[in-house]
Structure formats: structure tokens, C-alpha cells
């Protein structure tokens, strides 16, 4: 099925500790985005892509950063880990429709 | 920065019970989306406006764009249960969106 893929689904990590989140797509999207959501709030871009070969920051990028590999794949990678990172992170992409979402990856920072 | 407010964080509805949720942003948006979010799950797709004034239908969901596109609403006729979740209005531009801190629809048991 055409989508959005995130891995992994559920980590734990030690503050200090480095790790990258990977995202790919199947839906030949242009843009695609990192987000992450805390509870009780909206969704905070943290960086996103316009196109292959191009990444901005977004809302809050400090503690991460962003490689678009190609066309597909998006990854964010934490250099170290800090409790305030703990929360869900999505990659969305965005053709001429608004944005798709994957499933989330739960990070817990310990 | 632009924010985009959207209150009440919570309602408590009776089935068959309306349900409204209102955004409002501290500047002119281009486009105002809408999207819901089930427990657990990730934000889905629902509407966009673009046009001042917008008053779209998707049958029990209305959603309104405010003549100055700085405000909108969803509401609700006659909640059902499948209708539990968060739902969260997004504007801005073409690359980025600012999001709402989302309203969360809780059908009293």
C-alpha cells in the first residue's frame, strides 16, 4: 500500500545517546517534513524538505538534524539525546494535496 | 511569529450532541486546514480552504473560513461515537504550517 513509513515504531534511549529516526515514502511527494508532537499540543515542524536536495528549519530544529537522501527517504537524526526530547515524532510528505502522516515513532529519553 | 490559537482544549458532548472547535491566527492566512487525529493514531486529512468566506460540507462536518482568513471553525451535527478524537486546524503557507493545539471530543458515556 502507497504511503508513509516510519522506523523505528517505539526507543528508548539514554541521555547523551544518538539516534536516527528514518522515514520513507512510496507516494512520489516533492516535500516531506519532521514533526514532533507533545501532549496536549499541535504538531511543531522541526525541519522539512521541499524537494530532493533541500532542507530548512522549522519550528524548533535545535538538537537535530535532517539528511533528504532522495527522493523517498527522509531521516532525523539526534546527535544527543535530551529528556526534552522525548515525544512522538511524524514525517509527513506533501504532494499537491496537503500533508500525509505515518504511523509516529515514540522516543522516550531517559 | 504567526500562531494559530484554537480553543476549547476539551469538549464533553453527549451523543447526538454538537460539537464546534474555533481557530484563530494572529495573521492572514493563505490556506486554513483541518485535520483529525484518533487516539494513538497520526493526524488525517479532512478539508482545505483557501477562500474568504469558505463554507464547506462533508456530511455531518461543516468547516467555515472567516472573511478576513484569520479565523475558522469545524463543527459537529449530532456526534457519534466514531467521531472521538483530536481535531486540529493547521494554517500558512505554502511549505509550512503552523498548527493548533487541538481540540479533544469526548463523548460522555
Known amino acids: 500500500n502507497a504511503g508513509v513509513t516510519q522506523t523505528p515504531k517505539f526507543q528508548v534511549l539514554k541521555t547523551g545517546q544518538s539516534m536516527t529516526l528514518q522515514c520513507a515514502q512510496d507516494?512520489?511527494?516533492?516535500?516531506m517534513y519532521w514533526y514532533r508532537q507533545d501532549p496536549g499540543m499541535g504538531l511543531r515542524l522541526i525541519y522539512y524538505?521541499?524537494?530532493?536536495?533541500?532542507?530548512d528549519k522549522g519550528e524548533v530544529p535545535n538538537g537535530y538534524n535532517v539528511s533528504r537522501l532522495n527522493k523517498r527517504e527522509f531521516s532525523l537524526r539526534l546527535e544527543s539525546a535530551a529528556p526534552s526530547q522525548t515525544s512522538v515524532y511524524f514525517c509527513?510528505?506533501?504532494?499537491?494535496?496537503?500533508?500525509?502522516f505515518g504511523d509516529g515513532t515514540r522516543l522516550s529519553i531517559l | 511569529g504567526q500562531q494559530v490559537m484554537q480553543i476549547p482544549q476539551y469538549q464533553h458532548v453527549q451523543e447526538g450532541e454538537d460539537f464546534t472547535t474555533y481557530c484563530n491566527s494572529s495573521t492572514t492566512l493563505s490556506n486554513i486546514q483541518w485535520y483529525k487525529q484518533r487516539p494513538g493514531g497520526h493526524p488525517v486529512f479532512l478539508i482545505q480552504?483557501?477562500?474568504s468566506g469558505e463554507v464547506k460540507k462533508q456530511k455531518r462536518l461543516t468547516f467555515q473560513f472567516g472573511e478576513a482568513k484569520k479565523n475558522s471553525s469545524l463543527h459537529i451535527t449530532a456526534t457519534q461515537t466514531t467521531d472521538v478524537g483530536t481535531y486540529f486546524c493547521a494554517g500558512g503557507s505554502n511549505y509550512q504550517l503552523i498548527w493548533g493545539a487541538g481540540t479533544k471530543l469526548i463523548i460522555k458515556p
Open positions: 507516494m512520489n511527494h516533492n516535500s
Open positions: 524538505s521541499a524537494s530532493e536536495g533541500t532542507t
Open positions: 480552504l483557501v477562500k
Open positions: 509527513a510528505t506533501r504532494g499537491l494535496q496537503p500533508q500525509h
